[in-house]
Structure formats: structure tokens, C-alpha cells
């Protein structure tokens, strides 16, 4: 569905994420958790990612969106636990873990879980396909693996991680669509804003395939995070090392 669509269908009710993950003047408010990502590093692609947020952050309705911190940007390789927004949520919690855990407790249990898991020998080569995330009220670039091989190796590692933590049964485990998230709306444009706004989409979509190169992930990084401006990174998941022969 195209912005303009979106304004249409839910422009009677608040964008999902104001006041829960920013504010109406675009400021981030607390949202904390756990999860592991890779972050963005590869300077092309960083390069790319910042001309593509400077054309919608200048395009109609560009203001209507808070957008996030260039820190930030990275793919979620397998969600952790929203602090507050999972405990209480019907298989998005860990049946291993007490609804009423401290925070910090959660995040041990999930960190220590998914370090145990070894990522893929060479990480994943992805490609950016268009833009994601505007029927849920945010803004990011889609991601998909680069070939059904490295496919296969991220879907298998996230089937291993869903079962160390117990989180197998998960809505959308499955079928889960990577990304790169860009934005969240803070406020409704007008029709003739959301139009506008659709058509600088088209015109990167149809340049995505040059303006971002393809990347490959680096190690999968455990991160705990107070709001979605900064991913604290605790701990980096490398493959385990062949054991080494005896002399």
C-alpha cells in the first residue's frame, strides 16, 4: 500500500509508535530490551543510508517522520525482549523466564541464551530491495540475503536461537522480514504531502540497486538498549574455533 493509502486508512488514529517510542517533536522516549543485531559499518554502505535518509527527510512529509541516529542503523539479526511491551504478551516471552523478572535479569537470561548459539562460519552478503515498514507506521529499507544459501544460514541460525531461548512459537518467527529502520512517523500529512512523499520512494526504489551496494553482516553483536537511538553493544558472537591438535 502506498503512504498515501496509509494516511488514508489510519489517519483517523495516532501513529502507532507516538508517545511509545518517540515523541511528537521527534525525541526519543524509553522503549529498553535485549536483541542482536549487526550494525551497519561498511562505509559504502553508511554513505548510501545517508543520502537516502537526507532525500526523504527533505521530501513532503519528510517532517512527519522522527528519524533515527545514524548509530543506530543495523539489522536485526533475532529480536530479544522488549522490557515491557513482551511480559505480558502471549508467546513473546520465555516460558522459561518469570513474566515478573527484573529487567536485568532479562537481559542475562537472554544474552547467555543466544551466546551459545554459533553463528554462521561467513556471515550473510545482503542486498537492499525497497522500502519496508510504512503499514506499521515506520520507515526502513527491506533486506534480503543475497543468495538462497546464505538464506537458508540465517533462517537456520534464527530457528537455533528461537530454541535456546524458548522462544519458538514467537508471531512472525517464520516469515520474518529483514530491515533497516529509518524512521518512525510522529504526526499525519496532509493527502497531497503523502503523495509526494510516494513518489521520492518510487524514484529510490528504482535506484536502490546502485545507490546501496551490496554488504556483508559483520558478527552478530548482543545489544541492550534504553530506546532506538543506540544499541549497546555487550557482547559480539564470533563461529567457535576449531579445537586446536595436540602437539
Do not use: K
Amino acid at each position: 500500500m502506498s503512504f498515501a493509502g496509509i494516511v488514508g486508512a489510519d489517519g483517523d488514529r495516532p501513529p502507532r509508535w507516538l508517545d511509545v517510542r518517540f515523541d511528537a517533536a521527534g525525541a526519543p522516549l524509553r522503549c529498553s530490551g535485549n536483541t542482536m543485531v549487526c550494525h551497519l559499518r561498511d562505509d559504502a554502505g553508511r554513505a548510501a543510508v545517508s543520502q537516502i535518509v537526507a532525500r526523504l527527510a527533505s521530501a513532503p512529509a519528510g517532517g512527519c517522520f522522527a528519524f533515527t541516529a545514524p548509530e543506530s542503523w543495523h539489522m536485526t539479526v533475532f529480536n530479544g525482549l522488549l522490557h515491557e511491551g513482551d511480559r505480558h504478551r502471549r508467546d513473546f516471552w520465555p516460558a522459561g523466564l518469570p513474566s515478573d523478572a527484573a529487567d536485568d535479569e532479562a537481559d542475562a537470561f537472554m544474552l547467555d541464551r543466544m551466546a551459545t548459539v554459533d553463528p554462521p562460519d561467513t556471515f550473510i552478503q545482503m542486498v537492499a530491495t525497497g522500502f519496508s515498514g510504512l503499514a506499521s507506521h515506520g520507515l526502513g529499507i527491506a533486506l534480503a540475503p543475497a543468495t538462497t544459501g546464505e538464506e537458508r544460514a540465517i533462517r537456520t541460525y534464527r530457528d537455533r536461537l528461537a530454541e535456546a531461548t524458548g522462544l519458538q512459537a514467537r508471531p512472525g518467527h517464520a516469515d520474518y522480514r529483514f530491515h533497516l529502520t529509518l524512521a518512525y512517523l510522529v504526526r499525519w500529512p496532509s493527502e497531497t504531502e503523502a503523495e509526494g512523499f510516494d513518489t521520492v520512494m518510487q524514484s529510490l526504489a528504482a535506484e536502490m540497486g546502485d545507490l546501496f551496494p551490496p554488504f556483508r553482516l559483520g558478527p552478530p553483536e548482543l545489544c541492550l538498549f534504553d530506546h532506538m537511538d543506540e544499541f549497546r553493544v555487550e557482547r559480539i558472537v564470533t563461529p567457535a574455533r576449531a579445537a586446536t591438535p595436540a602437539e
